[in-house]
């Protein structure tokens, strides 16, 4: 047999065979290592899977940490108003009792140890001042806590300069009669 004949064999047995030679497909595997082999053929790093798969469990993770970071700074920053409110309501009512004594003690004629007095609540008012501006800055438990026993202590200072006064207005009244 020469060349010829045998070419034309073979083109007679594949037209004779050919649906027996269709039936079966090459698993998905082969045709990507076929494809990655073939010359000229980049692979993209954007078609793999696994890179689409580490990019949305990467968003996803960020997603929930933005999430998670937001809804703390919010609670961070309701708890700082709800403080703010609170001290606003004492101040009001503190700074009210303390208005009070202040005219209570003006109004009272005899005035003994005023240098003392005054020295006594100016340092207190400044304080008071420092810690306002902390308070504005920073609110915390603890900041209004000092706040709030400044005023008390304010107060209490102005309830022994009145009762040193009224006690020093009785002496000056039964030493008259």
């Known amino acids: 047999m020469n060349r ?6 073979l083109r007679d047995f594949i037209r ?12 998905d595997r082969v045709w990507s290592r076929i494809e990655n082999q073939l010359p000229g053929k980049k692979v993209s790093l954007w078609s793999n899977v696994h890179v689409w798969r580490a990019a949305a469990v990467l968003f996803l993770s960020l997603s929930v940490y933005l999430m998670i970071s937001r809804s703390g700074n919010q609670a961070v920053n309701a708890d700082r108003a709800r403080l703010q409110i609170e001290f606003s309501d004492l101040e009001k009512f503190y700074n009210e009792q303390i208005s009070d004594k202040i005219e209570l003690i003006s109004n009272i004629q005899e005035f003994n140890d005023e240098e003392n007095f005054t020295q006594d609540i100016n340092k207190l008012d400044a304080m008071y001042q420092v810690l306002r501006e902390q308070m504005k800055a920073q609110p915390s438990e603890k900041i209004k806590d000092a706040l709030i026993l400044n005023m008390l202590v304010r107060i209490d200072l102005l309830n022994q300069q009145i009762k040193i006064l009224e006690e020093s207005e009785n002496k000056t009244d039964e030493v008259a009669i």
């Open 16 to 27: 004779r065979h050919r649906d027996e030679f269709d039936d079966k497909q090459p698993a």
């Open 4 to 9: 010829t004949d045998m070419k034309d064999s």
